[in-house]
């Protein structure tokens, strides 16, 4: 679906500073060429696409939202955290972030070596699939699976190799959403539950602690999300009037959502803005 208007904001974009395809400023430009007004950088725990994205956003004439998307875990379920707006120096954050980064690169290794006992793969393989400091994740090895002719794309890895059912899975740290939602909220950030109506919800009990923490609202725009998710959640959102967002979760080529196929309204961005003091907007 193409965006609405001249307003269209798209909140959830990845680059290759973690598993999308593009560099940050090549996701700002097409962010512009597909009409959005506005958008958030949101790789997966890291801000080092935010200098680059800035600077495009001010030469492309786009809004942007600095963000981030915090890997977290509750009884190991998997919760993904949308920041935006936090200070990017503040040290409980970045120090947080930087131990999930660095215990990604152990685990890469780790299914590496896995995956290396069926296919003739190398750290070097994968390592050449991602560019310099980016947040390493299963695509990249799913990137050099394909490159080595073991797979025919990320989604034909992710079926296959990377499947968390597998026998070569392995897992990362990650945090506590109780715990990121937190620190997210002390860095002056605002903390927006990513696809949280896909497979597997949060228990009530779970939301309820995470609103208790000043978590801000759910982005109920996504492609993965199931109707009598949004539906259970939008009884949340009515009765602690809640951000709503809508977003693509673009990664270039490397996933096939499109950009602005899910928005979030002009009002939403708003309040976003208002209720953010870690760090300014860029409104270029
Ligand atoms: P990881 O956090 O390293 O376990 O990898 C998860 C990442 O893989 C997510 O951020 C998704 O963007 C990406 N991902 C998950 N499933 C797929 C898929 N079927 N095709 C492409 N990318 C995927
Ligand atoms: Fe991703
Ligand atoms: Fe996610
Ligand atoms: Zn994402």
Redesign the pocket.
Known sequence: MPPESSASADLHL?SDR??GTETPATVVRQARLAGLATIALTD?DTTRGWDEASQAALREGIALLPGA?I?SKHRGF?V?VLAYLFDPTHPELTRLMARVRDD?IG??EQFVENLAREYPLTWDDVIAQRADDAT????HI?DALVAGGFAT???D???GPLNPAGRHYV??YAPDPLEVVRLIVRAGGVAVIAHPAGRGMMPDRMIRALLAEGLAGFELGHRENVRSGVMHLRSFVEAHDLIVTGSS?Y?GA??PNRLGEHTTAPVMVDRIIAGASGSAPILG
């Open positions: 990845h973690s598993d997966h998307e890997s998997s993904h990604r685990r890469a390493i994740g299963r695509p799913a794309s990320r989604e890895a992710f079926r897992g990362h979760d990664h490397g996933k």
